[in-house]
């Protein structure tokens, strides 16, 4: 049985990332690795954001990897990663931005995530929601 590493970031508006369930200070390297990815492609994201003139309400990160181990160890190699994105859009006209801006990030702009794909594949998954109704 392999183990998951999993850190999840979040972003707000004023382009601060913070990780949700670990401090940094108590990250060991095979998480700081995976921190260090979310860290990339949130930073990434927002500078696309940016441009487009688009602050998500919310944005959520989840970055993970599977090792080869049952245990995290100097020896463990990641076979996998896998990196989800949770956002909250302010209108459905963003929504479809947003997802472009998703898949420049994973698939062209973002170096640590294009690194990560030389050791394992990389997976991805995108939730984009709207707090606007459809009235």
Known sequence: MAMRVKITIEMNCKGEVCPVNKKVDEMNPKELLIYAAGYCAALTLRGILDKEHIC?????????GELDTEEVAAKSIYRSFNILYRIECNTIAEQS????AVNLTTEKYCGTLQMLRRIAPLSHEVSIVSIESRE
């Not at 931005?97 to 472009?100: C, D, L, M």
């Open 97 to 100: 931005k947003v997802g472009r």
């Open 56 to 64: 998500p309400k919310s944005l959520e990160i989840e970055m993970s």
